[in-house]
């Protein structure tokens, strides 16, 4: 017969098991719910992965400017490091368990994917076998080949603003060093492009005591206001002479275009804006001759910080010449209470129309395409489009073609017919002028890169 004792502690410990029961249960339930709703959003995520993919195959073939990637899916195993990598959030997605590069457009060059893959799966260059990009040839000073002129940042292929704060410092370091030095009324150095890489070159210039103008043909933030991101991601911090470091993470535009007037008051910058320059050439005694809109300015050295965009291509229409007409938006305010026209069909001319939609104080938009439907914009863009469209806040003429532009109002032909519309501003998002195109009448050699590094 056992103890009492043993049989008071079995009943103890089947009381416990019982207890335990129901919070095993409840365990198991609350697991099995957070593996459902991650299993949902894996899927959902999943879905729109696919369907962006098949949004960018419908644009055909987009190949980034800058420097991006290209992954072997044969290596690939699909860890997801890259993924989680890539400060920009919106490029590379896991894809039926492989990573693919979705948003083409949105890289810039940050490179983050190449050291976290575990596999060696992923190449970085400059655009493919099908599309090339072509690019300046430059030495590691970034010097091109006419001795004195260099090509600085995103227009060298690297859309990234440290790789552009980086490479104005280091041609500037290059040129300190140089034995070129002005003669007669000549700078030592004309950088051109107020963008990051020209404000960068022009500081360390400063610093180093050499006799420097920077030239822009736009206002200053022009170039940032043309990024296709709201918010705008700093891997690492900025570091620009004579100012110190910049350590933010995320900047908007305007908080960068902030920056950029702080550090302009704050350095006494010498920048001439509104100078378009349109030529190179060798004068007699070894010095650069600059031909620009504001007269020809000579220098030892000449810095090329342009950009991509290139010359905005024109309408060439009659009225055209009217300081109505503009080729960027830099910001909605100066359009307030006028009836404003928008022309082109790209995502530009689409995110110029959305942000005066936004802005909601104009006293009308109207957008005018050449084509039936806006089809080689992003996705996004296009939803966002129609939205207003159909909303009545904007109005579409497709397919349509500016004939003339006159003091108030605008003249459109819209099928067989000519419409005449109330026009206060027209802004042109067309297209431009490549900016190989513009290297090479410089002089300068371009080579095309087809997916290569």
């Keep these: 017969m056992r103890p009492l004792s043993m049989d008071l502690l079995h009943l103890l410990r089947t009381a416990q098991s019982a207890q335990s029961l129901p919070i095993a249960i409840l365990g198991l339930l609350v697991a099995a719910a957070i593996y459902w709703l991650w299993a949902r959003h894996l899927k959902k995520r999943h879905q729109k992965a696919v369907a962006l993919l098949e949004d960018m195959a419908a644009l055909g073939e987009v190949v980034p400017d800058t420097i991006h990637p290209v992954i072997d899916l044969d290596l690939c195993i699909g860890s997801g490091a890259c993924v989680r990598a890539c400060p920009e959030r919106n490029v590379l997605e896991l894809v039926h368990g492989q990573a693919r590069l979705l948003n083409p457009l949105a890289c810039i060059g940050h490179s983050a994917c190449l050291p976290a893959c575990p596999v ?8 493919s076998a099908e599309r090339g990009v ?15 002129v260099y090509v600085i940042g995103e227009l060298g292929g690297m859309g990234l603003i440290r790789n552009a704060v980086s490479q104005g410092r280091q041609a500037a370091d290059h040129v300190a060093r140089s034995p070129r030095r002005a003669m007669g009324d000549a700078y030592d150095v004309a950088v051109v492009g107020a963008g990051p890489a020209g404000i960068s070159a022009t500081l ?12 822009e043909r736009d206002t200053i933030g022009s170039t940032i206001m043309h990024y296709p991101r709201a918010k705008v991601v700093m891997t690492g911090a900025l570091e620009f002479p004579l ?14 275009i902030a920056l950029w007037q702080s550090i302009i008051d704050r350095s006494h910058l010498p920048i001439q804006t509104g100078v378009h320059v349109e030529g190179v050439a060798a004068d007699a005694d070894g010095m650069w001759r600059l031909a620009t809109s504001a007269g020809p300015v000579r220098a030892a050295n000449v810095m090329l910080g342009l950009g991509r965009r290139g010359t905005p291509r024109k309408l060439n229409v009659p009225g055209e ?9 830099v910001e909605p305010d100066p359009f307030r209470g006028k009836h404003v026209l928008v022309v082109g069909g790209g995502n530009s001319a689409v995110e110029n129309v959305l942000a005066l939609s936004d802005f909601n104080e104009c006293a009308s938009i109207t957008i005018s395409y050449r084509r039936s439907a806006f089809a080689r914009c992003r996705a996004e863009n296009r939803r966002r489009i129609d939205e207003v469209i159909h909303s009545g806040k904007v109005v579409a003429l497709l397919p349509s073609e500016v004939k003339s532009i006159g003091t108030k109002e605008a003249v459109l032909t819209v099928g067989a017919k000519d419409m005449t519309i109330a026009n206060d501003s027209v802004i042109v ?5 490549a900016p190989s195109e513009l290297l090479r009448k410089f002089g300068i050699e371009v080579v095309t890169k087809r997916g290569e590094g």
């Design 120 to 127: 060696n799966a992923i190449r970085l260059v400059f655009g």
């Design 134 to 148: 072509e690019l300046p040839t430059v030495d590691p000073n970034f010097q091109t080949t006419r001795e004195g």
């Design 204 to 215: 360390r210039l400063m610093e180093a005591s050499r006799r420097v103008i920077l030239l």
């Design 243 to 256: 100012i110190g470091t910049v350590r933010r993470k995320k900047m908007s535009k305007e908080e960068l």
């Design 321 to 329: 010449e009217q300081a109505k007409v503009h080729y960027t938006l």
């Design 429 to 433: 998002q067309i297209g431009g002028t």
